[in-house]
């Protein structure tokens, strides 16, 4: 519900302050005071695009703020999505520089144009010619066939049905393509699987025979080397052990000589036992060493592969061989079970597909159990709003599951008696068509949440009773939704619970509008000039008086 409406340097407006009524608020004024300007200024608000002509002081920026309480529009999820803050109380901002740039806020946070239009459409419905356009969408029908047939827990229903059903749709559509893919690859796969599969690679495999490799290469310099350094330990005159064992009796002497030495004692037994240690794994190495040179060729030849193998699938070791064998595994693997996870999808798709044809039957039959209700309830309001030979055909076709169920449907329309009902996009004039939005609108105000309703002159062209009767239909929607409506019959302009004038003020150097909250007594002024002139009669005064008496 829109709480407050302000308007700053917008064309003829240099500043314009509202509050509407919860309920019905009438807007009058006369031709070009500003009426259309203000709804101009709201559809800036709504996302609509704009440039710098709008400002009436160039060297000054455009200001347009909406207030609303959104507590009862269900919006949080909105907000969530948008990474927007929340709160019952909402405040939106248009800002158009004199440069020409125009930025959009929510609740003092910076959003793109489309994230306020978004929000606006939740906020406010301005009847005009986009709303025209959109009756004319089968999609736009079928929200309001649902809305009042009441289909929501079918609707529900059959939207989880959906999103079941294209999920097994989505995976046996997927599957069937990677069947033919595997078709065609599947002989490849077979001979590069068993190509690696015949080799029988370990992890770190390929690291352990470098290295093999690289000691049998030079087995026998390694066993003359280490032989020669075992020498030089075993030496019994002149060998490091030898020498060590004679270094350990001095140290001992030392020792006994000056406490001092113990630590140089500790630290050369301590050199001396590693040493030991090396001459005895030198000498392990060395029976370990042998020259095999049936080995050296076996590792040579295996390496080959690998280095092969390695070159042919633009990897770098074994493990990613390893890797790669174990995707052909899975892809050999699949092949030879596609018959059964074909089959396995085929089923699920089956069984996703009779249960959305059942809940989108149900769907269909609670939809077309409404369409004689919703056809006749639209023509008795039509009757009353002067069109009495309208007739309204909701024409049904069945077509496969859609996101919006089994049904596409069309409402045709004929608003003169013996012509035939056709498509709205095809016939109605503005008028006709103005007054069927109306009826719908007025139709669907007990059966769906709706914004806040802007009707620009939806009154023109029609005879004193039939605005009785549409501002009493006015007055019905308002108990439960907002609504602004913006007239030039004083039938209508006297039953709001608000009135406001827009009038244009020449006291300044520029033509300005501007907009007043008319008290009882003003009320009573403004519609006696609207039934009569500049200078209402007496009787125009008492007809005035018993229109606000209604």
Avoid: W
């Avoid at 609509?48 to 009862?72: M, P, W, Y």
């Avoid at 002989?187 to 025979?209: A, I, P, R, T």
């Avoid at 596609?338 to 249960?355: C, H, I, R």
């Avoid at 608000?498 to 300044?508: A, E, I, P, Q, T």
Wanted: with cysteine; glycine share 6%; aromatic share 6%.
């Amino acid at each position: 519900m829109l709480k407050s409406l302000s308007i700053s340097n917008y064309a003829l407006i240099d500043h314009l302050h509202m509050q509407p009524s919860s309920g019905l608020s009438m807007i009058t004024g006369e031709t070009g005071a500003g009426k259309s300007i203000m709804l101009g200024a709201v559809g800036l608000l709504l996302g609509n695009r704009s440039d710098t002509k709008v400002l009436l002081h160039d060297d000054q920026k455009c200001v347009i703020e909406g207030v609303f309480d959104v507590a009862n529009y269900g919006l949080k999820d909105f907000f969530d999505l948008a990474e927007l803050d929340y709160e019952p109380t909402c405040i939106i901002r248009r800002e158009i520089s004199p440069a020409g740039k125009s930025r959009s806020f929510v609740n003092d946070t910076p959003v793109l144009l489309d994230a306020m239009k978004t929000l606006g459409s939740f906020l406010m419905d301005v009847h005009s010619q986009h709303d025209t356009l959109q009756l004319g969408e089968g999609s736009y029908q079928l929200s309001l066939v649902d809305a009042f047939a009441q289909t929501q827990e079918e609707v529900r229903q059959y939207k989880a049905d959906y999103k079941s059903f294209q999920r097994a749709q989505k995976s046996f559509n997927e599957l069937s393509r990677k069947a033919i893919e595997l078709q065609k690859e599947a002989d490849f796969n077979q001979f590069q699987l068993e190509e690696l599969s015949v080799l029988g690679l370990k992890e770190n495999e390929q690291l352990d025979l470098e290295s093999l490799q690289e000691v049998l290469e030079n087995a026998e310099e390694i066993k003359l080397k280490i032989n020669e350094m075992l020498n030089l330990f075993q030496d019994e005159q002149f060998g490091i052990t030898q020498g060590m064992s004679q270094v350990q009796q001095g140290m001992q002497s030392l020792e006994r000589l000056a406490h001092v030495f113990g630590s140089i004692k500790e630290r050369f037994l301590a050199v001396n036992i590693e040493l030991k240690d090396i001459e005895q794994t030198l000498g392990d190495e060395e029976s370990k060493v042998e020259v095999d040179f049936e080995r050296l060729d076996e590792i040579r030849e295996r390496l080959s592969k690998i280095y092969q193998l390695q070159k042919k699938h633009g990897v770098a070791s074994v493990e990613e061989l390893m890797g790669l064998e174990k995707e052909l595994a899975d892809k050999v693997f699949q092949f030879q079970n596609l018959d059964e996870s074909l089959g396995k999808a085929k089923q699920e798709l089956e069984a996703s597909k009779s249960k959305v044809d059942g809940s989108g039957k149900s769907l269909r039959k609670k939809r077309q159990g409404s369409f004689t209700d919703f056809q006749s309830s639209l023509e008795r309001l039509l009757a009353g709003l002067g069109m009495e030979n309208s007739k309204v055909v909701m024409e049904h076709k069945p077509v496969e599951p859609s996101a919006s169920g089994l049904d596409e449907i069309e409402l045709l329309f004929s608003a003169n008696k013996g012509s035939s009902p056709q498509p709205l996009k095809k016939v109605a004039s503005g008028g006709e068509f103005s007054r069927l939005l109306f009826a719908i609108k007025y139709l669907m105000a007990d059966k769906m949440a709706m914004p806040t309703l802007i009707f620009d002159e939806i009154d023109t062209g029609i005879s004193g009773e039939v605005a009785l009767k549409m501002v009493a239909m006015m007055q019905d929607i308002s108990k439960n939704h907002q609504v602004i409506c913006i007239t030039h019959l004083p039938q209508v302009a006297g039953q709001g619970d608000l009135h406001y004038f827009v009038y244009k003020d020449n006291s300044s150097e520029k033509t300005v509008s501007k907009i007043k909250l008319l008290d009882k007594e003003e009320r009573v002024q403004e519609l006696a000039k609207m039934i009569s002139g500049a200078t209402p009669s007496a009787s125009a005064i008492e007809s005035a008086k018993e229109l606000l008496r209604r």
